[in-house]
């Protein structure tokens, strides 16, 4: 079963920006739609964007146009692209595919915003 790995999260002020970078174990999501999840404290896990293999994308209305997924096929590799951050941002972000694979998920990385 494929494994998700996230990185490059961390503190950062309101208005601020960060690029998230999920790495995947298989080599073979090509034909996978790929997504971001997030889940603040206390909350539920929710979507937040993805991005299919012929580049087709979908984002959650809370991080339209602030936010960019993309995704490198050759590294295996899915970004998030984050700008204009708010404190409402603040979560653990995690990356599988949509609809996810419950067996598939990293430990996410934290993004807290704050000043």
Not at 51 to 72: E, H, L, N, P
Not at 87 to 109: I, K, L
């Amino acid at each position: 079963q494929v494994q998700f790995v996230e990185s490059g999260g961390g503190v950062v002020q309101p208005g601020g920006s960060l690029t998230l970078a999920c790495a995947a174990s298989r080599r073979d999501l090509r034909f996978v739609v790929m997504a971001w999840y997030r889940q603040a404290p206390g909350k539920q896990r929710e979507f937040v964007a993805h991005r299919s293999s012929a580049g087709t994308t979908v984002y959650a209305d809370s991080v339209k146009g602030r936010f960019t997924i993309s995704r490198d096929n050759a590294k295996n590799t899915v970004y998030l692209q984050m700008t204009a951050l708010t404190s409402e941002d603040t979560a653990v972000y995690y990356c599988n595919s949509r609809p996810a694979s419950e067996g598939s998920w990293g430990q996410g990385t934290q993004v807290t915003v704050s000043s």
